[in-house]
């Protein structure tokens, strides 16, 4: 869709900020079964990849409504990977964790994307980022990391593997029934500069039912900027 449809024909406004990537490979094999059958497993090189990303999310709202920072602005942490359907590359999120109650609650209803309200914190310091999410008093936390950016600012080069994990404007989402669902944002390429990230804790895959991921992730940080969306359509889909 062109950028003017974008801009003339968007649904909700939002706006990410300090976002961490962290991409793991993945067998293709052993991921299979985790993703809907209607989705094909997407690979680079042969491997297939899952991503967790923490940000701030701010001025979230629908069009023609202000923005309402009590509503629309909160923190979030999702696990993804990427996926095609009819051969249009995407993305299928297998958690998506805010400290919001309002947006999660429409997005699993109207969205079909699996939310869950939590528990979340950030600190920001110069331009180191701490952000934990799940947790309390003695509870082990879902996702605990510290992370800055270092090296010089990029934009991912067409045909590589990061543009492969980075320039996706389309997700996808399963319901109940199995139907497939299709929604895509609008936005610049992203800014990116390479990360420096100390883990301290991340239960995400556990939570989400899937295997541990192997070896340390690739990290990537983003100032992140401004997302038109439009809502998720159900989509007719290809066996095969």
Known sequence: MSTLNALT??????EERHLLFLHWRMDPAILRPFVPEQL??????GTA??????FIMRRMHPRYVPPMPCIGSFLEVDLLTYVSVNGEPGVYFFSLHANAWLVPTLARWICHLPYVTTRCS????????TFRCGGEGADPALFDACYSPVGERFEAAPNSLDYFLMER????????????YRGRESRPPRVLRTAECEIRANRLFENAHLPAPNGAPVA?????????????????YRCG
């Open 9 to 14: 024909r968007w649904a909700v406004y939002q």
């Open 40 to 45: 094909h497993v997407d690979e680079f090189d």
């Open 49 to 54: 990849y899952i991503t967790a990303i923490p």
């Open 122 to 129: 950030v600190e920001r310091e110069e331009e180191t980022t």
């Open 169 to 180: 404007k389309i997700l996808y989402a399963v319901d109940a029934r199995g139907d497939v």
């Open 220 to 236: 990537f940080y983003s100032p992140g900027g401004a997302i038109h969306t439009w809502m998720p359509r159900r989509i007719r």
